[in-house]
């Protein structure tokens, strides 16, 4: 017998856990996701070394690559600093 007809087997005969399994399955999958954006979106995180070696060089002060920041506009900011 596999997993999935064990899981549905107990599903079937406990119909209370459906919801437990819908919540963590949500949570897993909205974890990975956001993993998956940090991975991808992140100046921090250098894929490729050899054509872009340092990306957080090349972000703009408009670029917003954090999640959700609070009293924050993006479009008003300026550069401080020296090019490189």
Not at 31 to 52: E, F, H, I, Q, T
Not at 65 to 72: E, I, S
Request: aromatic residues 14%; positive net charge; contains cysteine.
């Amino acid at each position: 017998m596999s997993m999935f007809a064990v899981v549905r087997k107990q599903l079937k005969s406990h119909p209370a856990l459906i919801p437990l399994f819908v919540f963590i399955g949500g949570g897993a999958t909205m974890s990975m996701m956001y993993l998956a954006r940090l991975g991808l979106r992140n100046p921090d995180v250098c894929w490729d070394r050899k054509n872009n070696p340092e990306p957080w060089n090349k972000m703009a002060p408009t670029d917003q690559y954090k999640f959700y920041t609070v009293n924050m506009d993006y479009s008003k900011l300026k550069k401080q600093g020296p090019d490189f």
